[in-house]
């Protein structure tokens, strides 16, 4: 391996960081706006059903990729319980009681 090599992968290895913290941002921007529709329509944060469906077809998916879908199912749940997380802050802003003061 030559320093070339080893800069040319550093650099895609950056370049991919980028797009996965992206693509995160943007998931989270959706994921806002569901917290608020599921906070105006008084639907629970957490949607077990939903969740179970997502790790199970995206442990497939990172199967077929070639990625170990325990690794994955590790990451994925990180993402979730911040999700829900945002949605029970976001719940907690729009049905707070106003204070008196």
Known sequence: MT?????????SIDNIDTAIVSLLAERFKVTREVGKWKAANRVTAV???RERRQVERLRALA??????PDFLERFLR???DEVV?????????????????
């Open 85 to 101: 997380s945002h949605h029970r802050a976001i719940r907690d802003d729009d049905f707070e009681t106003p204070s008196p003061f």
């Open 3 to 11: 320093d070339n090599e080893l800069d040319r992968w550093r650099s």
């Open 47 to 49: 949607d077990a059903d």
């Open 78 to 80: 990180l993402i979730i």
């Open 63 to 68: 199967s077929e990729a070639g990625l170990d």
